[in-house]
């Protein structure tokens, strides 16, 4: 079955990085979209980031525009988010998200399958 696992999080510095995974599992997974959402305690779901099945096809919240990139690997079934310059407001747990049916970001994030989560946290 569909199934997608997150891995990279951890405690970061003000201004430091980090690297996010989602390893895809159940389904071909080059062939949809894929997105990044983040929550943060008391506060509802974001979307983050998306990428598409096509090349160039990505999106971006502005919140973290010029300091995230995502980007997969098709051959590894493997969506990251590269994080860069972050900021204690970047805290939250990170979630990767398809539906097998949206191949583009051209419009809502993909949801519906949905990883564990895995916790960001950002402080001196």
């Known amino acids: 079955q569909v199934q997608l696992v997150e891995s990279g999080g951890g405690l970061v510095q003000p201004g430091g990085s980090l690297r996010l995974s989602c390893r895809a599992f159940g389904f071909a997974s080059d062939l949809y979209a894929i997105g990044w959402f983040r929550q943060a305690p008391g506060q509802q779901r974001e979307g983050v980031s998306c990428i598409g099945s096509s090349d160039g096809d990505t999106d971006y919240a502005d919140s973290v525009k010029g300091r995230f990139t995502i980007s997969r690997d098709n051959t590894k079934h493997t969506v990251y988010l590269q994080m860069n310059a972050l900021k204690p407001e970047d805290t939250a747990i990170y979630y990767c998200?398809?539906?097998?049916?949206?191949?583009?970001?051209?419009?809502?994030?993909?949801?519906?399958?949905w990883g564990q989560g895995t916790q960001v946290t950002v402080s001196s």
């Open positions: 998200a398809t539906d097998t049916i949206t191949t583009g970001c051209t419009g809502a994030y993909p949801v519906g399958y």
